[in-house]
């Protein structure tokens, strides 16, 4: 009598044991993705091209892909795939694999995608990367130029401000301390990406006008927080964001939204004001420049819908520029694939910033200050600065420089 409820109890362990040691063994695995195939080179002006994805995930748990943009002027995007049976291969525990087409515009350039898969549950896989040229690359000489190290004799504070606009993953999982918050820091691992590769890959560039770069603050801006003064309470989202195309970006210009404000001026103002604030808590981060980087698409204006690498006021103290994901090669140390696109872009920009005016091909063909009517585009990216235009920033970098 004592020992028969006992063994059901034993029995009826065991059962609940293997019944829930093989599920939450499976249950805890993310997906995982095992290779992508895609063309090196796809043809421009919107010939899709497919791809295929290999991967592992328990039976029909397979939520969705979501495409990041590392490098290179694309769209981000997400496939559902919990309502694509049908591209699903039904092996329930081997490899499985689904499609994927993608079109380049009529722009020849460069792209690197992050692609990353989530289950029904949001569990992540480990992220994955693919580039691919849109036509064939022009020839430029981005690492040969970071290779080449000169003497430099005047540094520039770069603050660096990662808007959190819904698109950007860079600033997905920022912590603000309270509900209202405008600015929160940046993650640590971005900070030490910026301190060992990005600054330097600028100052890469631009050690060919003897200028280097030190990193100022780097924090995040949440934009539905930051209210702009003299519109009615109303704040930077509601202002510049919109929907163009069924891509989510910001306006640029006064011709490219609703509102006759320029997204340039505002930033200028709130820059200024980040400045005081932080400077007020001891970082101290006058003379220097403001980067603010965004991640949805920057729209030049609606009668002629350009997207942006970058846009800066020449001779001002700000500027935007275009960078969505990042792919981290280690966490320690912190080290990211090298987005030549952006880097280009950024350093393009502080070049307007310092006063120069765009060159023509014809001037200098693989010269930093090449207008590219949609950026960022070619690969690899032109570097070169002319010695006039080092004379050109001389008196304004002279201002600016930091001991
Ligand atoms: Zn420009």
Known sequence: MTKRPARLALALLLTLLLLVIPTAGAAI??????????????????????????????AGRLGRAQFDVLDGGFDPFTLSLDNRPSLQTPLPDGPQSFSF????????????????????AGRASRPAHFAFYCDSPPAG??????????????????????????????????????????????????IAVLKSQIIPALGGIWDQCSLAFRLGVSQVVRPQKLI??????????????????GVQVIFVNPTSGTESLDLLDVLRQA??????????QGS??????????IGRKGLLSRSNPL????????????????????FFKSQQPAQILLPQIVIQAMAHEIGHNLGLFHVTPQQDSLNLMISQPELPRLFPPTVHLLPGQCAQVAPVVAALASP
């Open 271 to 280: 820059g200024a004001r980040f400045d005081r604030e932080l400077a007020a």
């Open 141 to 190: 000489d981005f690492l040969q130029e970071e290779a080449q190290v000169r003497p430099t004799r005047a540094k520039i504070v770069l603050n660096f401000y990662f808007l959190d606009d819904g698109v950007s993953t860079i600033t997905r999982g920022t912590h603000y301390a309270d509900p209202d918050a405008v600015l929160a820091p940046l993650a640590p691992g971005m």
């Open 29 to 58: 695995s993310p997906p995982q993705i095992i290779a992508i195939s895609f063309p090196a080179h796809i043809p421009t002006g919107g010939v899709a091209v497919a791809g295929t994805v290999l991967y592992r995930a328990a």
């Open 284 to 293: 101290s981060a006058s003379r220097a420049l403001d980067v603010f980087i």
């Open 228 to 245: 702009i003064p003299g519109q009615g309470g109303r704040n930077l989202a509601e202002l510049f964001f919109g929907q163009y195309q």
């Open 101 to 120: 087409r993608l079109a380049c515009d009529p722009h020849p350039r460069h792209v690197i995608l992050k692609l990353q898969l989530f289950d029904r």
């Open 307 to 326: 997207a942006f690498g970058g846009v800066a006021q020449i001779r001002g103290r700000v500027n935007v520029v275009h960078w969505q994901a990042v």
